[in-house]
């Protein structure tokens, strides 16, 4: 099995900024990217930010600017700065990673963690 564990989440002002981190572990053959999303109250889940092999990077345009997202293949890790953080970015951020798993390489399937809350008040 695969699992992403999430952590960095809490309770910021506007304006301020939290870092979030995301690690993969278990039966990990590759990983092909891995990403963030996030889901606000009332809405459907929507992506924040990915990063591929290729060191490409994709942000949503509502946090473009203000957030960078960073992959350390070697670790499995993966990690969201965000900055200049706004009521909107409020919502719950999962953790996804698309996999090659040891049990099956032929396999590429999406992982995704427990998620961590975000919530930005004054």
């Known amino acids: 099995q695969v699992q992403l564990l999430e952590s960095g989440g809490g309770l910021v002002q506007p304006g301020g900024s939290l870092r979030l981190s995301c690690a993969a572990s278990?039966?990990?053959?590759?990983?092909?990217?891995m990403g963030w999303y996030r889901q606000a109250p009332g809405k459907e889940r929507e992506l924040v930010a990915t990063?591929?092999?290729?060191?490409?990077?994709n942000y949503a345009d509502a946090v473009k600017g203000r957030f960078t997202i960073s992959r350390d293949n070697a670790k499995n890790t993966v990690s969201l700065q965000m900055n200049n953080l706004k009521p909107e970015d409020t919502g719950v951020y999962y953790c996804?990673?698309?996999?090659?798993?040891?049990?099956?390489?032929?396999?590429?399937?999406?992982?995704w963690g427990q998620g961590t809350q975000v919530t930005v008040s004054s």
């Open positions: 996804k990673a698309n996999v090659q798993t040891r049990r099956n390489i032929l396999r590429w399937d999406d992982y």
């Open positions: 278990g039966s990990i053959f590759s990983i092909n990217s």
């Open positions: 990063s591929t092999t290729g060191s490409n990077t």
